[in-house]
């Protein structure tokens, strides 16, 4: 087959994987938080809601699309283009199986992270050109704290590229066949998980979004699709980010103690199915904590976490020499 | 001393007995919650099993609300009973006390449980609980013997002694 058509396909897929996540961690996010709350959650559309976020995406379609007459044009258009577009390219990578990823990158958690990386650019572009001082405040925060939790996330990961010695994430997969890496990178799982929190604005961290102070943060001018797109990207970063989290902690698309050919046959299922219980600890602490203070999200950034990986990174430094030393 | 973080554990442990629990949730307008006997809603009149309201039209509710959302229009007649032209009632100004209630002395009056009050037209909440009908006329018990003392004299002396 042509190379060129297989690339499009598997865009294409990933395309849809994204779009179809985004429904179910919509419908997925509103029921968790409300039974976590002692609600019901979306009740009336379909059986329990379940047809509730399809309404809505369709209401999202047909929606009115207003231009506030202030805003900045071409930032205001091109903004959630370059929030989405890095996080459909972030599926990239994510190795679902064995063969299943859309590029086997040699780098691969490193173009995860560098690519996840310009979504604050989108978010500040969105935020700058609204023409608006709560989006404006919504997007500085977005990239103070994304831009500030970069080194912790990238840091709080190098402990088990430390292990492995390879950035490819099936390599990083395949490492953890005997022992998936949270027991041993227990400390690091943590640090992992909080940055990742910051990186995806989640609720502890939600300041560039902080409904009761700034309405919607960045995307309160956006409406219809336009809107659609910044909603829909924070969903895929939310599975991308679990994914990355059972990637390097929990070993990925495999499972203990059976036999790799059958492993084969449902790795995919294995890995989404792991991703999604992450996805449902985000969730879950996302309905329990308030948000708190943007100071004190840089005091925990800078004073807490920091040092906490660079301790951690040269413990892991030196037990991987000493259990190389031991082996020789 | 606790252990760092303790609190956040302890959070979400909360978080997730909650969610265990289940959602208490009454989803409204497709399930009633059943009202307590005593629940206080709208003033209805009562009717005996004729179905001939027992309103007395003695003016003792009218005189007892504090909010005045009772009036009555009554004419007497010639022969001194009296004709309920109107005994009107506002719902937007009843404040649902229950002191009509109370103090009516021929239970003509009850608090409902029509508790779904809401109108689309401002005038229907100011409305007529009975309308154009002859007042009821109560069976009073006559004494005895026409001299002989009321009954509360008797219980006071009795208190007294």
Redesign the interface.
Known sequence: MNPILVACLRVLAGLGLMLLNGVVLIYMLRK?L???????GP?NVGWHGTVQTVADVLKLLTKEDPTPRAVDKALYFLAPAVVFIPSLAAYAALPFSKTWAMADLATGLLFTFGIMSLVPLGILMAGWSSANKWSLLGGMRAVGQQIAYEVPLLLSALPVVLMVGSLNLNDIVAAQDKLWFFIPQFPALLLFVVASLVELNQTPFDMSEAESELVAGFSSEYASMKFGLLFLSEFSNLFIMAGLTVTLFFGGWSLPFIPAQIQAGFAPIVFVAKTYLVIFFFM??R???PRVRVDQLQQLGWKVLLPANLAWLLVTGVAVKLVEAVAR | MKLWGSG?VN??R???R??R?????L?YPFEKLELPERARWTVVPLSDAQGVPVCTACGTCVKTCPDHVLALDVTTNEDRSKHINHFSYQLGACMMCGLCVEACPFSAIAMSHDYELARVDPDTLEYDLITDTPAYKPKREKPATPDAPAQPASASEGDAS
């Open positions: 968790v409300g039974h976590l709350h002692v609600r019901l009740m879950w602490i309905g329990t904590f | 956040l959070g979400l909360i978080s997730m909650n969610m629990r289940g959602p208490i949730t989803q």
